[in-house]
């Protein structure tokens, strides 16, 4: 058996998807630093890489909604072209460390209703934008109609929000929370 050799396009194309996901944990490690410390530390934004299963479960939920919507697209190509839409979660994850910097009083207990609300609303923009990016992504990246694209966004979403969830279940990390068991 001959061992498949991938061409010029088709090393871009995976290189681009890698590139991608390191700009993705690059911008959860400055999250992470500057949440934790205030300040960047090299230390703390290299241990952003412990969030590695962010990108994978990413690209697993991307092959599995691709398959099953246009089975015929290279998979790096998918993969690299939904990793170029994390924009809005790296700029929602950007606004929330610099919360504390702009606003250092809203970390006070009195503003904690505050920061609730605005977390909440970052949140809510956050969902809206990367769930219209990844319809876009389906819609005009793979060429797909409405309905596929809605199915392809829709799948993606269940296996991508289905598996953590289903983690933190397995885990009994949420039914203390909701049931007051904890």
Excluded: C, K
């Amino acid at each position: 058996m001959r061992a498949r050799v991938l061409d010029a396009g088709a090393r871009a194309w995976w290189w681009s998807a890698i590139g991608w996901a390191v700009f993705q944990l690059l911008g959860i490690g400055v999250f992470v630093s500057l949440t934790a410390s205030g300040r960047l530390v090299v230390g703390h934004v290299l241990a952003g890489a412990f969030y590695v299963f962010g990108p994978i479960l990413q690209a697993i939920a991307v092959a599995i909604a691709v398959r099953a919507v246009r089975r015929e697209e290279p998979f790096a190509r998918a993969l690299s072209l939904y990793y170029a839409g994390q924009g809005p979660w790296i700029l929602v994850l950007a606004v929330v460390s610099a919360l504390p910097v702009v606003a250092p009083g809203l970390l006070s207990l009195p503003n904690i209703p505050r920061l609730f609300t605005a977390l909440s609303v970052l949140l809510g923009i956050g969902l809206l934008w990367g769930g219209t990016v990844t319809f876009a992504f389906f819609r005009a990246g793979l060429a797909l109609g409405r309905g596929r694209a809605a199915a392809g966004t829709a799948l993606f979403y269940l296996v991508y929000v289905g598996s953590i969830v289903g983690y933190y279940l397995a885990m009994n990390q949420i039914q203390p929370q909701l049931l007051g068991t904890g």
